[in-house]
């Protein structure tokens, strides 16, 4: 007789057999059998946070590190509630993740009994897919079905809800794990339709003024490389959005900077003025765009997206093209390569040129003459001493911003933050995930005394499974990006956005087990970060107090045109 | 410009309110929603009128055929098509008078009763919306209309061309 298993220990059998390695979650009522599973093995290992969010941000911080599916557990109710921010968070960016939610016994679903709520309901506008388990034995093919989901096609979250009954350990099946996931709806376009791959080519070889314009595609596909490719055969400019930073390095000579609301104002003229945009697994966000009504008038924009919902849904595209980037990129790659016709070195001299006199104007130089410790030279200092080799974690603000503006992302996974959603609370937990995945490599958490106080407690679990992350806080005793649009927006009434009665950081930092390092000048900072960056055994926590009155620049003028910035205070480019 | 979608889904729990989740979700409006297996039990269908322009409703098709459950969806307002909604009406028959208008114009219209009580009779019509709401008009002019129920509208494309999986 095969041997025969538990639901949960389906559940666990089921994992095991889709590699995975870590688990993010918290136990409750409702879950404590499927944990009671977990505890009897060794192959998966389940990090306890503090916090459900917590948790999904960590799953969701593994897998942009890894490019495999993150996996969250969380108990029925309030825990499956908890993990909604992480969920919509991993829905705006395309991320795999699996969240496992418990769920009262079958027979009380619907009774409002204890710790029950409508989770597959309450999440379905941000999941990529849910499912409903209901017996014991549909397990692996659910499991196997929502992992699949969560990775092919365009990314993104799945979440399977597991009654209570279905997990009883007195219960037991068969494993079968399903060798091929086949589901008849469900077929996401692989290869770029040939007339549109030759229309698209026709119009890169025929362009004056060409932009490449990457987004978060080019990392979730792992097709950095061919990117680079393609830009270097063609000599092309090109820009990458917030989350396509790292797509092509920071520093290759090809790259305009990030485009869009706090972009460069090169990246962003060259968008302007473009006559062909080839835009690579980006979706025209808002933040990119500004105006839509007067976005890059006179380009002919090539759309390549694996979503064909994201192809002119803001921005009518003149030539999309839908499919996999891979195979997309290599399938432009050789029409270009095989056609006769070659673009215009000539033409791309002038456009060369006119990008080089934009890049002049050195947009993302500050003034740090002043006393205070202005932020961008912190993230400067944190690329030097880092060699810009760690993984940058962000949270939500202008330290974000500036950590994507001042540290040049030489690879793809490098830059961690939550670009759609814009959550706070992200960075700390999503630097934990990372850690997990490469614990023998720097892993920053850059992070403003607004955002990091918004999961705070997972310095808890930090201690536990020693994340020693590098958490650099840019304090400036105010939400920053609040109080700058205050100050711009709204006649500098800085409504709600000064943070009073902060708590001692570095106290906390060393209440939590951890080690705390306070900044007040200028003159303390070089030091501070090598004892920061020296230590590799602690988690350390910079509290870094900086310029509050400083703004991120350059920055779109509301409801302008692409190329439409503040470059400084008062000062139009 | 109105729009009719025919959808065929799995016949799965949840998958019709992610349908209407979505249309939600975006502000687009529903007209009507009727749903149904088919002769493939495992499949559903759904036939929505919604209104829009053609960004919008090409939007709106393009993000039902991104739901996993969802097999096939197709805009049969861009082709040859027969729709039809079924109407019950309750309505006031009281006396020979009135009871002999209503009839006149269930025949006229090609209705037919269904059921009567003593003061009542319930009519019953399957036809395009135009038809249905003459026919709602013209029993409104000869007595009072109790109570109406419509199905909202099912819709198939002409000629030997299909929707199937």
């Given at each position: ?102 769920q009262v016994p079958s027979n009380l679903i619907g009774d409002d ?21 209901r017996h014991a034995e549909e397990i692996p093919t659910v499991l ?289 995930g990372v850690k997990v995945a490469f614990p023998s490599s720097e ?131 | ?165």
């Amino acid at each position: 007789m095969n041997e025969q298993y538990n639901g949960s220990q389906l559940v666990v059998k089921a994992l095991q057999a889709l590699d995975v390695k870590y688990i993010f979650g918290y136990p409750g009522g409702s879950v404590l059998d499927l944990y009671d599973a977990l505890f009897q093995q060794s192959e998966i290992e389940h990090i306890l946070v503090r916090h459900e969010q917590a948790a999904t941000h960590m799953a969701d911080g593994f897998a942009r590190s890894t490019g495999e599916v993150g996996v969250v557990l969380a108990t029925s109710g309030p825990g499956a509630t908890n993990c909604v921010t992480g969920i919509a968070t991993a829905y705006m960016d395309s991320i795999p993740m699996v969240v496992l939610s418990g769920q009262v016994p079958s027979n009380l679903i619907g009774d409002d009994a204890f710790q029950e709520t409508d989770i597959v309901g309450c999440s379905r506008p941000i999941v990529k897919h849910s499912f409903n388990c209901r017996h014991a034995e549909e397990i692996p093919t659910v499991l196997a079905k929502a992992f699949f989901l969560a990775k092919s096609g365009r990314p993104g979250p799945v979440v399977v809800e597991l009654p209570k009954d279905i997990l009883n350990p007195a219960q037991f099946f068969d494993f079968k794990m399903p060798e091929n996931i086949e589901m008849r709806t469900y077929n996401p376009n692989v290869k770029g339709h040939p007339k549109q791959i030759k229309k698209a080519v026709s119009a890169i070889l025929g362009a004056k003024k060409l932009v490449v314009y990457s987004g978060g595609g080019i990392v979730l596909s792992n097709t950095s490389l061919q990117l680079t490719q393609l830009v270097e055969s063609l000599n092309a400019p090109c820009t990458n959005t917030l989350m396509g930073l790292g797509g092509l390095s920071g520093t290759h000579p090809n790259f305009l900077g990030m485009l869009g609301m706090h972009g460069t104002l090169e990246a962003n003229k060259a968008m302007a003025n473009a006559d062909v945009i080839l835009a690579l697994g980006a979706r025209f966000d808002d933040r990119v765009t500004n105006n839509v009504q007067k976005f890059c008038p006179d380009a002919t924009i090539v759309h390549v997206d694996v979503d064909p919902t994201s192809i002119s849904k803001t921005v009518k595209a003149h030539i999309p093209v839908v499919g996999c980037l891979a195979t997309v990129l290599e399938q432009l790659q050789s029409a270009i390569d095989a056609s006769k016709d070659r673009i215009d070195r000539s033409a791309q001299e002038d456009w060369w040129y006119q990008i080089t006199k934009w890049r002049e104007q050195n947009c993302l130089s500050f003034d740090a003459s002043g006393e205070k410790i202005k932020p961008q030279e912190v993230i400067r200092k944190v690329y030097d001493i880092t060699n810009g080799e760690a993984y940058v974690c962000s949270d939500v603000g202008q330290h974000q911003m500036f950590a994507a503006q001042h540290y040049p992302f030489k690879n793809p996974r490098q830059w961690i933050n939550s670009g759609g959603l814009g959550t706070m609370g992200f960075g700390l937990p999503a630097a934990m995930g990372v850690k997990v995945a490469f614990p023998s490599s720097e892993v920053i958490c850059v992070t403003g005394d607004g955002s990091i106080q918004m999961n705070i407690q997972e310095l808890s679990t930090c201690l536990q499974y020693g994340l020693n992350v590098k958490i650099v806080s840019l304090n400036n005793r105010s939400l920053g990006m609040v109080r700058q649009w205050q100050d711009m927006l709204y006649g500098g009434r800085h409504a709600s956005s000064y943070m009073e009665s902060l708590p001692d950081f570095v106290k906390l930092a060393e209440a939590y087990g951890h080690v705390g390092i306070k900044v007040d000048t200028r003159d303390q900072l070089d030091e501070a970060l090598e004892r920061a960056f020296s230590i590799n055994d602690r988690l350390v926590f910079l509290d870094i107090c900086v310029d509050e009155s400083e703004h991120v620049y350059p920055m779109h003028i509301k409801l302008g045109s692409v190329d439409e910035m503040w470059l400084k205070k008062g000062v139009k480019a | 410009m109105k729009r009719i979608l025919a959808i065929l889904l799995e016949n799965e729990p949840g998958a019709l309110s992610r349908i209407v989740g979505l249309f939600s979700q975006r502000a687009y409006n529903i007209d009507s929603l009727t749903v149904g297996t088919t002769d493939d039990q495992t499949l559903s269908r759904i036939t929505i009128t919604t209104h829009g322009d053609d960004r919008v409703v090409e939007q709106i098709t393009k993000q039902v055929n991104k739901l996993v459950d969802v097999l096939k969806v197709l805009d049969l307002t861009e082709m040859q098509h027969i729709e039809r909604e079924l109407l019950l009406v309750k309505v006031y028959a009281r006396d020979e008078q009135s009871r002999a208008a209503v009839t006149r114009v269930c025949d006229v219209f090609q209705g037919s009763i269904i059921d009567m009580g003593k003061q009542s009779y319930t009519l019953q019509m399957v036809s395009g919306k135009d038809k249905i709401e003459s026919f709602l008009d013209m029993l409104r002019h000869e007595t009072d209309l109790i109570e109406v129920v419509r199905s909202g509208t099912v819709g198939i494309g002409r000629g030997d061309k299909a929707l199937r999986s």
